[in-house]
């Protein structure tokens, strides 16, 4: 049986929460749509609605694994705070285009990683996001798409001591994320403690620290 937490005016009937950012938005970096699709299937493969149940006799919300996917760094469904994140990610290049000089790539950038400089452009991956911004604004492809993938991230939370999810791994794609999910949560399924959330599990594991390893 599915458990029943009524928030507010809200009837929640699943063992966990899979957010995502607005569909077919331009910003997007990456489609998160079969992504998400596959983070579903795995969820009830999983069981884990009958895990949370018996994990937590009176469940309440914050009790919930948290699963969010954005499309690119701007974190719509902010994966930050999330148990688990997931981020598409587009690192730009620079190819033998011909450059017009019309400066929109260095205008598109709001992290400021590109500079017009004695009429060469200048990229500054240390400071660059991987957003996509530049790649789009390009009319000539001079700045073209380079690495692409999804970021992880892990263990973030609200609640009474609230902390920001950090970077665990990158993935080139949707295969890799979902196995790397699947591995996560297997692991919680079998070893995490009573009345353990997902966020504290990751903590207790060091699970960033492990994957980056």
């Known amino acids: 049986?599915?458990?029943?937490?009524?928030?507010?005016n809200n009837i929640i009937t699943?063992?966990?929460?899979?957010?995502?950012?607005?569909k077919h938005c331009?910003?997007?970096?990456?489609?998160?749509t079969e992504q998400y699709r596959q983070?579903?299937?795995l969820l009830e493969d999983l069981q884990i609605t009958h895990f949370i149940?018996?994990?937590?006799?009176?469940?309440?919300?914050?009790?919930l694994p948290k699963i969010a996917l954005a499309g690119?760094?701007?974190?719509?469904?902010?994966?930050?705070?999330?148990?688990?994140?997931?981020?598409?990610?587009?690192t730009p290049r620079l190819t033998e285009n011909p450059c017009?000089?019309?400066?929109?790539?260095?205008?598109?950038?709001?992290?400021?990683?590109?500079?017009?400089?004695?009429?060469?452009?200048?990229?500054?991956?240390?400071?660059?996001?991987?957003?996509?911004?530049?790649v789009r604004a390009c009319p000539t492809e001079k700045i073209s798409c380079g690495e692409t993938g999804?970021?992880?991230?892990?263990?973030?939370?609200?609640?009474?001591?609230?902390?920001?999810?950090?970077?665990?791994?990158?993935?080139?794609?949707?295969d890799d994320v979902i196995a790397k999910i699947r591995m996560i949560l297997s692991d919680y399924l079998e070893n995490s403690l009573p009345r353990e959330r997902l966020s504290q599990f990751l903590e207790r594991r060091s699970y960033s620290a492990l994957l980056r390893s």
């Open 100 to 134: 017009t000089g019309c400066r929109l790539c260095v205008t598109s950038c709001p992290e400021n990683a590109i500079t017009w400089t004695d009429e060469n452009i200048i990229l500054d991956l240390n400071r660059c996001l991987s957003c996509g911004d530049c």
């Open 1 to 8: 049986m599915n458990p029943i937490i009524i928030q507010g």
């Open 150 to 174: 999804w970021q992880i991230s892990l263990g973030g939370r609200l609640g009474r001591h609230p902390q920001l999810a950090e970077i665990s791994s990158f993935e080139k794609s949707t």
């Open 72 to 90: 690119c760094p701007n974190g719509c469904s902010q994966p930050q705070i999330k148990d688990i994140g997931i981020s598409g990610y587009l």
């Open 26 to 32: 331009a910003k997007s970096a990456q489609d998160w």
């Open 53 to 63: 149940n018996q994990q937590f006799p009176h469940l309440n919300h914050h009790h």
């Open 14 to 22: 699943k063992g966990y929460k899979l957010e995502h950012c607005r």
């Open 39 to 41: 983070l579903e299937e």
